[in-house]
Each structure stands twice: as structure tokens, then as C-alpha cells.
């Protein structure tokens, strides 16, 4: 049985991410009770949320439609981060499925429901390549791959990165001149949502929800 806890030592970063997030409903700010720094926090939440002009809210509405959020989702990461989203991250596993054809070639296939949302995306697109999910690619295959993807979408994504985690979404940001503050990750599940914050991204849309 001692072997059980030699195993801790060697848990995924996005393990060890999990295990310090807060609990549900936490915003990460102080207890509300009735000290200094609750009273302070209350106080700079009603400024930041308090209803912009019409011009403002319009435009922000109009963006937020754009990228497949909330007005919510879009005004919070600007009080949060000052920064306006543009750009989203995507699992390649989740938008397409990668296999290899009878003569080997490589072929892509959206998921129709993806393909779908895509379409109506109006903002920058950045897919993540999951290095063990398509079929051992070689280095020139890499590079010719992100024609192929956009056969299969139309045209809308930017860029593929190669990863699995968010110290690769920062460097396929990074390597396209995109801040990370200025990027949401569209993903399913806990483990994206774990990858999304170890990148240090706003927030993460469930794939259920994105253009709802």
C-alpha cells in the first residue's frame, strides 16, 4: 500500500491545478461579512457592474454575439483583466476528428455541431493539437496541417498549436501576437476548464453553451 502515496509526486500540473481551485460560486474575492476589505469589495463590484451608457452596452452586446458569450461573460473579463476579448482556443479533439485514410494521407472531419458554431464565430480562431490524439504526425505533416483543417472549416482558424496543456496555449498565443487575457477557451468538461485556467485565460465557454 505504500506505493499509493509515491504516486502523489507525480501528478499532471492540471491535477494540481484542480486541487487549488475554490469552491463552487467562489469569484475569488473576500468574505462577505462586515470587515473593511468585504465592505471595500462590494463597493468596487457596484462600480464596475453599474449600467454603461447605451452606445457602450450596445457595442459590447454586438461583440459578445460575435464570439458566442454573455455580455456577462464579456464585461467581466474586461473589469477583471481590462482587456477585450477577440480570441478563442479550441481543442482540436473537440472540433474535428484525425485519422489516416487507406493511403495513408491524413484526413480531417469536423464534427458537424462544431463545424456549425464555427461558422458563426466572428473572432479570431486557435485550435490546440493534442499530441497524442492524431495519428503520430511527422514534423512536415505538422506543418501542412493547418491548410487541411481549414478545408474542413472554411477558412476560420488562425493557427494550430501542438499540446496538451496551458503552458502550450500560451506559447501558440504568444507565437501570434495575442495577449493571453484577450482569449477564452471553448472546451467540455472539468479538464479543459482546468487547462484553460492554467493558461491563465479569462474563463472557459462549455461547448454546450457557446452561442446559445
Do not use: C
Request: no cysteine; net charge positive.
Amino acid at each position: 500500500m505504500g506505493d499509493r502515496f509515491d504516486r502523489l509526486s507525480v501528478r499532471h500540473r492540471n491535477v494540481e491545478s484542480l486541487l487549488r481551485r475554490p469552491g463552487i460560486g467562489h469569484n475569488n474575492g473576500p468574505t462577505f461579512d462586515m470587515s473593511w476589505g468585504a465592505w471595500v469589495w462590494r463597493r468596487a463590484a457596484a462600480k464596475a457592474w453599474k449600467t454603461p451608457s447605451p452606445e457602450v452596452a450596445k457595442m459590447r452586446i454586438r461583440r459578445a454575439e460575435r464570439l458566442g458569450i454573455t455580455y456577462k461573460e464579456l464585461t467581466a473579463t474586461l473589469m477583471n483583466t481590462g482587456a477585450n476579448l477577440g480570441a478563442a482556443v479550441m481543442p482540436l479533439s473537440l472540433a474535428a476528428r484525425v485519422r489516416r485514410g487507406p493511403k495513408g494521407e491524413i484526413i480531417v472531419e469536423p464534427r458537424n455541431s462544431i463545424a456549425a458554431l464555427v461558422a458563426r464565430f466572428g473572432g479570431r480562431l486557435f485550435l490546440l493539437g493534442d499530441i497524442d490524439a492524431v495519428p503520430g504526425l511527422t514534423d512536415a505533416e505538422r506543418a501542412d496541417f493547418l491548410p487541411l483543417v481549414n478545408r474542413a472549416f472554411d477558412g476560420k482558424v488562425e493557427a494550430i498549436g501542438w499540446g496538451h496543456d496551458g503552458a502550450a496555449i500560451r506559447t501558440m498565443l504568444k507565437a501570434n501576437a495575442v495577449p493571453h487575457q484577450e482569449a477564452f477557451l471553448v472546451g467540455a468538461g472539468m479538464a479543459h476548464q482546468v487547462m484553460g485556467e492554467t493558461a491563465g485565460l479569462p474563463f472557459t465557454k462549455d461547448i454546450d453553451s457557446w452561442f446559445s
